[in-house]
């Protein structure tokens, strides 16, 4: 399967800066990958952003998310970028799938991500319950 490059949300002329946190992940698993997680502080001039807060760039392997966000929208971004992997490792996004044009890709990951922060949200027991379940072979 030919792989295509994602079209990246940032506009970027320049490498996003690093910034320190405690406490937050650094590495997520997609599938076969661990992915890194970095959180960036980023500069608006340079990469003619918008409302851009994230981005999944598969040829780095890593997921940068804006460092000064509350915390629903660094959760929802975390988990929008998360989802972008999971499109790219599944191959939703290869020549002649589903999610082939990158708009469809974003629609598609942009709705179910709000649906699904909205899910985990109002019903605070479902993270816990699918987390245990998973934990529990027999």
Not at 78 to 106: R, T, W, Y
Request: glycine share 4%.
């Amino acid at each position: 399967m030919k792989n295509r490059k994602k079209t990246s949300h940032f506009r970027k002329t320049s490498k996003p800066i690093p910034v320190e946190t405690h406490g937050l992940p650094n590495t997520v698993r997609i599938g076969y990958k661990d992915v890194k997680i970095r959180y960036v502080r980023p500069d608006y001039k340079k990469w003619e952003m918008t409302d851009c807060f994230g981005e999944y760039d598969y040829r780095q392997n890593v997921i940068h998310v804006q460092h000064d966000l509350c915390g629903q929208e660094i959760a929802n971004t975390l988990f929008h970028e998360i989802m972008h992997a999971a499109v790219q490792v599944a191959g939703l996004n290869q020549e002649k799938s589903p999610l082939e044009k990158p708009e469809h890709e974003e629609a598609v990951v942009n709705q179910l991500t709000n649906v699904m922060m909205g899910v985990f949200r109002d019903n605070v027991w479902v993270v816990d319950m699918l987390k245990n379940q998973l934990e529990d072979s027999e």
